[in-house]
């Protein structure tokens, strides 16, 4: 098995670096919110499997 990996760089305009960013931070308020929920549902019911 062969893996191979490439790196790229981008140079977004001011547009587009604001757009990056709106998404990049809605993205990681779910990912917040739902670590949020999992940490307060095993924290209610610790002996449920998950």
Do not use: H
């Amino acid at each position: 098995m062969v893996l191979k990996a490439v790196k790229i760089r981008i140079y977004p305009n001011s547009e587009q670096r604001d757009r990056l960013m709106q998404t990049f931070g809605c993205a990681r308020f779910v990912w917040n919110q739902m670590l949020n929920m999992q940490i307060e549902r095993r924290k209610n019911n610790p002996d449920a499997k998950f």
